[in-house]
């Protein structure tokens, strides 16, 4: 059974920084394409970072370019985002999701503040 579960989310004054986890369990992290959603108030779901298996390229969306890093461990199964330079825009509750041959799965967010 997959699971995914987020953590480190919470507030930060803009210009700081967090770091995101998820945890993943019932299935090899570093074999499937994995990544971060974010959902604002009154918005849509929108991608925001994600790593392939192996080699594991990375992706980013053009507005977290340069301030957010996705990294994975696969020792532990977890992936991260590694967030600097927060923005008040960046406020949301942040998902991970793993793709797999057997489907999309979602972890149940974890809330992002960016407020001063």
């Known amino acids: 059974q997959v699971q995914l579960v987020e953590s480190g989310g919470g507030l930060v004054q803009p210009g700081g920084s967090l770091r995101l986890s998820c945890a993943g369990s019932g299935f090899t992290l570093g074999h499937y394409l994995i990544g971060w959603f974010r959902q604002a108030p009154g918005k849509g779901r929108e991608g925001v970072a994600c790593i392939s298996g192996s080699p594991g390229s990375t992706y980013y969306e053009d507005s977290v370019k340069g301030r957010f890093t996705i990294s994975r461990d696969n020792r532990k199964n977890t992936m991260y985002l590694q967030m600097n330079s927060l923005k008040p825009e960046d406020t949301a509750i942040y998902y991970c999701?793993?793709?797999?041959?057997?489907?999309?799965?979602w972890g149940q967010g974890t809330q992002v503040t960016v407020s001063p």
């Open positions: 999701n793993l793709v797999n041959p057997w489907g999309n799965y």
